[in-house]
């Protein structure tokens, strides 16, 4: 998972689940961005890569302007979590854009339109894919009516080169009530992101895409007399988050989105955008649940063994429009080292066709590493420091084309016996 990829020639060397900051403050020293100039409102609408096709988002944007619920989604990594904005809940890019549709289209103080937001530090969609569920849909009580995601500068660590992306694309669209599914492109501060590689899934679905990159990375470069808007020390709180001017152009971005979509003729159902178009990279991960010990007695056989424990020092995010944070994965199997008896090692037997584990990271000094044996194979090392801070971290165990009876044990690396280490779950595809 903890790897560079390289597979367009923007793609630079960059590190990978970078932590969130702590401690945010403002730029000093600089000039505030003009949102009203004409420059601004040019560098915004370079931000549309694609309006797709609009069906779905018009039809959003309808019920809003009719009094009706409308709920808008966003997953992704930090920036959608809202790193780097003060107060987070409230300057992050996502509320932002949500309190722009709602100005829109349902000015109203009591307009039912509802915010989720799902967004993890350091995480890629392969993991997203596990959350989709839980987090977005709230295990099956929310319809999202649209739902942005935000994975191209977090999709380095996705081991699938990009399946597990289109997956969570499929999984959003293949929704029964057909809700809009927007692309956004994030970038970092060294002009890096994945767009070469995810944005070909929004053309293939004809998905409304936009790209921050394409909007802001030109005129980071310009003269004022080009049109240079803000520098790179305004936009970037540090080297991969936006300061609160970066979210807010973030924000606009969206908002030039709804604008756009809003005056636009409405465009014919494209009858061919999901499942009748076969995949541009791979589907195979669309159909992923979680499994976790709130659950998982009643999907696999499961002998907890030395991870009998729960574990509540675990990776936090704000959630919607939160300002205190939820764990995440509340629901695992901790090894303490301490008190076991019998067989240490954890084991699940579990008839499926793709698994993916998901583990804590940790800087403390008292988890270690774990060995993963699928069929008495070992597949996977596990160890917590690789990424070191408290980290929710997904890796793959297999991926077959068919399902069978799989028996997963994990146990502790030779002279870790005595450590910790945290299973906060799987994901798995039957």
């Not at 979680?290 to 675990?314: C, H, K, P």
Request: glycine share 8%; hydrophobic share 40%; charged share 25%.
């Amino acid at each position: 998972m903890l790897n560079n990829s390289a597979d367009s020639a923007n793609e630079k060397e960059v590190p990978t689940a970078p932590r969130d900051p702590v401690g945010v403050a403002e730029a000093v020293n600089e000039p505030p961005v003009d949102s009203e100039s004409q420059a601004y409102r040019n560098m915004i609408a370079k931000s549309l890569l694609s309006k797709g096709n609009n069906t779905r988002l018009k039809a959003a944007i309808e019920k809003a302007k009719g009094g009706e619920p409308v709920t808008i989604a966003y997953i992704g990594g930090s920036i959608t979590h809202g790193a780097g904005a003060m107060p987070l809940h409230l300057n992050c890019y996502a509320y932002r854009s949500f309190e722009i549709f709602k100005r829109m289209f349902a000015p109203s103080e009591d307009s039912p339109i509802r915010l989720i937001k799902a967004g993890v530090g350091g995480t890629p969609s392969q993991l997203g894919i596990i959350r989709y569920d839980r987090d977005v849909l709230r295990d099956g009580t929310v319809q999202p009516d649209i739902v942005i995601l935000e994975f191209a500068v977090n999709d380095a660590d996705d081991e699938t080169q990009g399946i597990c992306y289109e997956s969570l694309v499929l999984k959003a669209l293949d929704a029964d009530n057909k809700p809009a599914v927007i692309l956004l492109f994030s970038v970092f501060e060294n002009d890096w992101n994945l767009q070469d590689r995810l944005a070909p899934v929004g053309w293939h679905y004809n998905l409304p895409m936009v790209s921050v990159k394409d909007a802001v990375v030109e005129q980071f470069h310009w003269t004022l007399e080009q049109g240079h808007v803000i520098s790179k020390k305004q936009f970037f709180y540090d080297i991969y988050h936006p300061t609160n001017a970066g979210h807010h152009i973030m924000a606009d971005c969206l908002g030039w989105l709804f604008d756009v979509t809003d005056q636009s003729a409405l465009d014919g159902e494209d009858e061919d955008s999901t499942n009748e178009r076969p995949p541009l990279i791979g589907d195979h991960f669309v159909g992923t649940k979680l499994l976790d010990r709130l659950n998982g007695d009643s999907i696999a056989r499961i002998e907890a063994g030395g991870f009998r424990e729960t574990d509540t020092d675990l990776q936090l995010t704000e959630m919607d429009d939160h300002a205190y944070g939820t764990p995440l994965f509340p629901n695992n199997w901790m090894h303490t080292g301490q008190n076991v008896t019998g067989h240490a090692s954890f084991k699940l037997i579990l008839r499926s066709k793709r698994l993916i584990l998901v583990f804590k990271d940790s800087g403390r000094a008292d988890f270690g590493t774990a060995n993963i044996r699928v069929d008495g194979a070992l597949v996977r090392t596990a160890d917590p420091h690789l990424v070191n801070w408290t980290h929710c971290h997904a890796v793959i165990l297999y991926d077959e084309e068919h399902s069978r009876e799989h028996t997963v044990e994990i146990a502790m690396a030779e002279g870790h016996e005595d450590k910790r280490f945290t299973i906060l779950g799987f994901g798995f595809v039957d």
